[in-house]
């Protein structure tokens, strides 16, 4: 079978939907919202996409069956940009070797949320934030999340939760994508000022953002570095559990 640009959504909904954990991003992507800056490609059953909507370009690969990516991405491997930035299931990175060089961004967890007793025993904070709060948003970022992939357009979906104390924001969290329509949403932007660390801010905010996301969806998933014990441990309190493995690595062709 050749490799194929695909353009029908509900294609590829049924190729990506059995799996929600681990295609969370890539259904959320099928979205208006988020549709008109992505590019798919399938080779049989895997599937690619290349979205273009922030930056540097973002490939996203993942497979259950070691390998079974391996193909799709050789094959797709000459139209890529000539630098970008990546999301793979271990060991597919090496299909780029002989024509790109890797910097790895380091191994990465996907977590779903699994448990919601656990949830239900955490107790919520914060406000729903909007368009209207991105500049404190953008300011809490800086001194606490600075270089994090932040669409400021997801502000408008309601689905971002702020917890402040004397009219100052001290913790946001919010999402990547959100999607109804495909039942998924990605955690994302979630972070505290370091003057407030440590006071569960961050968790309660989470918490409070589950709960209204599952209100609209039934997938609730996260991306995180597999060395951030302090992120895992809270998530792991908020009923989330390890939904697959996966590096991240910079691109860029010799």
């Given at each position: 079978m050749?490799?194929?640009s695909v353009?029908d959504?509900?294609?590829?909904?049924?190729l990506?939907?059995g799996d929600p954990?681990?295609?969370a991003y890539?259904?959320?992507?099928?979205?208006?919202?988020?549709w008109?800056?992505?590019?798919?490609?399938?080779?049989?059953d895997?599937?690619?996409l290349v979205y273009h909507?922030g930056g540097?370009p973002?490939?996203l690969a993942f497979d259950r069956?070691p390998?079974s990516?391996?193909?799709?991405l050789?094959?797709l491997?000459?139209l890529?940009?000539?630098r970008?930035y990546?999301?793979?299931?271990?060991?597919?990175?090496?299909?780029f070797?002989?024509?790109?060089?890797?910097?790895?961004?380091g191994p990465?967890?996907?977590?779903?949320?699994s448990?919601h007793a656990a949830?239900t025993?955490?107790?919520?904070?914060?406000?729903v934030?909007?368009p209207a709060?991105?500049?404190e948003?953008?300011?809490l970022?800086?001194v606490a999340?600075?270089?994090n992939?932040?669409?400021?357009?997801?502000?408008?979906?309601?689905q971002?939760?702020?917890v402040?104390?004397?009219?100052a924001l001290?913790?946001?969290?919010?999402?990547?994508v959100?999607s109804p329509?495909?039942?998924?949403?990605?955690l994302?932007?979630?972070?505290?000022?370091?003057?407030?660390?440590g006071?569960g801010?961050?968790?309660?905010?989470v918490?409070a953002?589950?709960?209204r996301?599952?209100?609209?969806?039934?997938?609730?998933?996260?991306?995180?570095?597999?060395?951030?014990?302090?992120a895992?441990?809270?998530?792991?309190r908020?009923?989330f559990t390890?939904?697959?493995e996966y590096g991240?690595?910079?691109?860029?062709?010799?």
């Amino acid at each position: 079978m050749p490799l194929l640009s695909v353009h029908d959504r509900d294609e590829l909904a049924g190729l990506l939907g059995g799996d929600p954990a681990l295609h969370a991003y890539q259904l959320g992507d099928l979205d208006d919202f988020f549709w008109p800056y992505t590019c798919w490609y399938r080779l049989d059953d895997a599937v690619a996409l290349v979205y273009h909507g922030g930056g540097m370009p973002v490939l996203l690969a993942f497979d259950r069956r070691p390998g079974s990516s391996h193909a799709l991405l050789a094959a797709l491997a000459p139209l890529l940009p000539r630098r970008f930035y990546a999301h793979l299931s271990a060991g597919a990175e090496r299909v780029f070797a002989d024509g790109f060089d890797a910097a790895p961004g380091g191994p990465h967890l996907k977590l779903a949320l699994s448990d919601h007793a656990a949830l239900t025993a955490a107790e919520p904070l914060g406000e729903v934030l909007g368009p209207a709060d991105l500049a404190e948003v953008l300011a809490l970022y800086e001194v606490a999340y600075p270089g994090n992939w932040f669409d400021a357009r997801m502000l408008e979906t309601g689905q971002y939760v702020g917890v402040r104390r004397d009219g100052a924001l001290l913790a946001v969290a919010g999402v990547h994508v959100w999607s109804p329509k495909y039942r998924v949403a990605a955690l994302g932007n979630v972070t505290t000022h370091p003057d407030a660390r440590g006071q569960g801010l961050a968790r309660g905010a989470v918490a409070a953002l589950c709960r209204r996301l599952l209100d609209t969806v039934d997938h609730v998933t996260l991306n995180v570095k597999a060395d951030n014990a302090a992120a895992l441990a809270l998530y792991a309190r908020l009923g989330f559990t390890r939904a697959a493995e996966y590096g991240e690595f910079t691109f860029t062709a010799r």
